[in-house]
T-cell receptor, first 114, second 112 residues
């Protein structure tokens, strides 16, 4: 399967713990996006990378959140000192640089903070 | 604030009927428009994109765009129970923008 993959698919953690999620984009896609989706809402943009450069961050991305894409391939999203309000589905998407708005989503990581 | 509005539904149609899903957007300069289908507990799946005014057909799906009215719709012909899902409208607010703005989605149920 050459689609976007994410790991883990589910994560349950206690408030205050740190969590890290991984996204592997479609192999030839140089743009990678992170979105967050809460129940009953559409996805909300968090940040995006072109190759290894993080080019845009939403104001939703507080300083407890950090994302990396060190070699321009997979990306990680870390949440430090998790809060119950961080409970959501974290979605990764990827696209080609010349078709940035045609984004393909991975299966998501569902985070539950107890 | 760039807003994308959808009726949350639920919208129920009988099998074989046409389902009509609507979306309005606030930013007049928005350039490209997308419909995603999302099954419960799954991630969004891109099903249609439209960039110019008018209709675009792909199989049983037709997307309609009216930029003057800031309105985009999705018609699903010969609706099937497998079409039951939440349909998300997404808008790229400007050329070169790197993120999509999504509506809250319309939940469609096709009744056998």
């Amino acid at each position: 399967d050459t689609g976007v993959s994410q790991d883990p698919r589910h994560k349950i953690t206690k408030r205050g713990q740190n969590v890290t999620f991984r996204c592997d984009p479609i192999s030839e896609h140089n743009r990678l996006y992170w979105y967050r989706q809460t129940l009953g809402q559409g996805p909300e943009f968090l940040t995006y990378f072109q190759n290894e450069a993080q080019l845009e961050k939403s104001r939703l991305l507080s300083d407890r959140f950090s994302a990396e894409r060190p070699k321009g391939s997979f990306s990680t999203l870390e949440i430090q000192r998790t809060e119950q309000g961080d409970s959501a589905m974290y979605l990764c998407a990827s696209s080609l640089v010349f078709a940035p708005d045609t984004q393909y989503f991975g299966p998501g990581t569902r985070l539950t903070v107890l | 604030q760039k807003e994308v509005e959808q009726n949350s539904g639920p919208l129920s149609v009988p099998e074989g009927a046409i389902a009509s899903l609507n979306c309005t957007y606030s930013d007049r300069v928005s350039q490209s428009f997308f419909w995603y289908r999302q099954y419960s507990g799954k991630s969004p799946e891109l099903i249609m994109s439209i960039y110019s005014n008018g209709d675009k057909e792909d199989g049983r799906f037709t997307a309609q765009l009216n930029k003057a009215s800031q309105y985009v719709s999705l018609l699903i012909r010969d609706s099937q129970p497998s079409d039951s899902a939440t349909y998300l409208c997404a808008v790229n607010p400007e050329t070169g923008a790197n993120n999509l703005f999504f509506g809250t989605g319309t939940r469609l149920t096709v009744i056998p």
